[in-house]
């Protein structure tokens, strides 16, 4: 170092540093500090009078990951009272002194001991001090300063919340937005390119690409169909130094997966259909089932079916199970065999859930032709009637025709017919039928006054299957003949005052028919002409217009009070 002569100048202290870059170059600094803190590199001084004392300290610079045998060097303290003689003792305290950074006391020489790792550590907070070996009295104050990590390119960028599952709408636009991922590189960003990345895409083209600088990963064709590919495995690439060669990569996985649009219409697989149906289906039962197929999933699968021509629309209806999105054919009528052995429907589904953006795909709706065979079955015998009423007179001879019920076979066969009264244990068997004219007659005298109607079942059956039987109804009412006299109603004693006038009604006598009212009043009475007459009294009818079942006992002349009639007159019809 120059000092002009002139000058008066108190030791100082000055720093040489030792800096080597990522690439291995070494630069050698000397700096000398004037007391009026001016810096003069290689040696140059100005000198200024009346200068303050200080320490100004240039960084320090260590490089990472040293690997070699030998301490890194660091850097150099020196200071101007430092004749070379070995008077002056550097000091070293602070952030590793001592077991990381070490110095000759002697010639200021810094060395580092340790390979150092600049993401877990920075910088190193260390003080300098020279003094003086014989009286350890400081030559200068105490001073601060800070050796710093050089940055070397040993992290990889890394992705830390792969691997991705992510999700992109069916047929979406060229260029659109799927994911950002990014990746972090734990090198220092604000010296080289170490912990510059540059994103790639590794796997996954042509269908997606990344956005090198953002990572913000697209869609890279036009229409992308789920049900071409649905799934898809892309790999990211994140690489450091700006992606030029020699930089560290790290990588990640993106699995995207294509969401489902309504881009499908539903698809008949035929187009025309069979269908059989037994003439003995019920009505309100499922009869058969039919699937249109749609190539989409969830509710974009959705479909109604409806019955839209056809000569069975009031014959059959159709509804859709919305878990297994299939057609149900049910029984609106009964079928007949015999009269229509055939159907033909026109089925139609059509989606429920329809997204305008595809109506050029559509349109979202199918149809298909169903002919429905109808099945003939052995039917039981089928009566002309549902049910029957007859008419017979009480008191008819036995054997007397009641009526006649009719069966036939409907099916095409036409078997002949077996008639039976059906019978239960308790039931009074009054009537018997021929089994093979379905003609009813009586077995005993009936009497309508005990039983005015009989219901009886009567069963028919085919001879070629005697299993299949039908049953129908048969009311009987028995007709009234007049076979009932009238009676009294009850007995009668009469009592008449002897100052009763003539022509006075003393009483009214009433009679009964249990004959039926065709039958039955209007009664006639009179005093029967076989007993002897009293001439006291007179019997009329009632001679009201309504028919009355009574008549008036009249008084002729005053007489003593008595009994006026000591027998019961037994009225006769006249």
Request: hydrophobic share 35%; charged share 25%.
């Amino acid at each position: 170092m120059k000092i002009t002569s002139t000058s008066c100048i108190c030791p100082v202290l000055v720093c040489l540093c030792f800096v080597q870059r990522c690439y291995g170059t070494a630069h050698h600094s000397s700096i000398k500090v004037t007391r009026n803190q001016t810096k003069h590199i290689e040696g140059e001084t100005e000198v200024h009078h009346r200068p303050k004392r200080g320490w100004v300290w240039n960084q320090f610079f260590v490089l990472e990951e040293h690997m070699g045998p030998d301490p890194q060097y660091v850097g150099k303290l020196h200071s101007n009272s430092d004749k070379g003689d070995g008077s002056v003792k550097y000091i070293l305290t602070g952030e590793g002194a001592g077991t990381i950074f070490i110095i000759d006391d002697t010639t200021g020489d810094i060395h580092s001991t340790k390979s150092l790792d600049r993401e877990q550590k920075t910088h190193y907070v260390l003080h300098a001090q020279a003094i003086d070996r014989r009286t350890n009295k400081p030559l200068e104050p105490e001073s601060e300063f800070i050796i710093k990590v050089q940055d070397i390119n040993d992290n990889a960028p890394k992705f830390t919340d792969g691997p991705y599952i992510v999700t992109v709408p069916e047929m979406s636009d060229m260029g659109t937005s799927v994911l950002q991922v990014t990746a972090t590189d734990a090198d220092d960003p604000t010296y080289g390119n170490s912990a510059r990345v540059v994103y790639s895409i590794l796997q996954g083209q042509p269908y997606f690409s990344v956005d090198p600088k953002t990572g913000v990963i697209r869609t890279a064709l036009h229409n992308m169909d789920r049900e071409a590919r649905e799934h898809y495995s892309v790999v990211i690439q994140a690489k450091d130094m700006a992606g030029q060669v020699g930089g560290l990569s790290g990588s990640t996985t993106v699995n995207i997966t294509l969401t489902d649009v309504n881009d499908n219409p539903p698809r008949f697989p035929q187009k025309h259909y069979q269908l059989y149906v037994p003439e003995s289906a019920q009505v309100g039962s499922a009869v058969g089932k039919i699937k249109a197929n749609d190539a989409d999933t969830g509710s974009n699968a959705d479909m109604t079916y409806s019955i839209i021509n056809g000569d069975g629309i009031g014959i059959f209806s159709i509804s859709t199970d919305k878990e297994t999105r299939e057609g149900i054919l049910s029984l609106k009528k009964p079928l007949n065999y015999e009269k229509k052995k055939s159907y033909t429907l026109t089925i139609e589904g059509a989606n429920t859930h329809l997204d305008f953006r595809f109506s050029h795909l559509g349109p979202f709706k199918d149809a298909t032709m169903l002919k429905i065979i109808v099945g003939d079955v052995d039917e039981p015998p089928l009566f002309s009637m549902p049910s029957y009423v007859m008419e017979v007179y009480e008191n008819a001879k036995i054997g007397t025709v009641v009526g006649t019920v009719l069966a036939q076979d409907p099916d095409s066969a036409n078997s002949l017919v077996r008639y039976f009264i059906d019978y239960s244990a308790e039931d009074d068997r009054c009537f018997n039928i021929d089994a093979n004219t379905g003609t009813i007659r009586t077995t005993k005298v009936l009497d309508r006054e005990e039983t005015p109607w009989y219901n009886i079942t009567v069963a028919a059956s085919e001879n070629d299957n005697p299993g299949l039987l039908s049953h129908v109804t048969v009311g009987i009412r028995v007709l009234d003949v007049n076979d009932n006299p009238p009676e009294l109603a009850r007995e009668y004693d009469i009592v008449v005052c002897e100052n009763s006038k003539p022509g006075q009604v003393i009483h009214t006598i009433s009679a009964t028919d249990r004959d039926d009212f065709a039958n039955g009043p209007r009664f006639n009475f009179f005093l029967d002409e076989r007993l002897s007459v009293n001439p006291n009294f007179t019997l009329k009818d009632n001679e009201a217009a309504a028919p009355s079942p009574s008549g008036f006992v009249h008084a002729r002349e005053m007489g003593v009070c008595g009994p006026a009639m000591q027998k019961r007159s037994c009225p006769r019809l006249a």
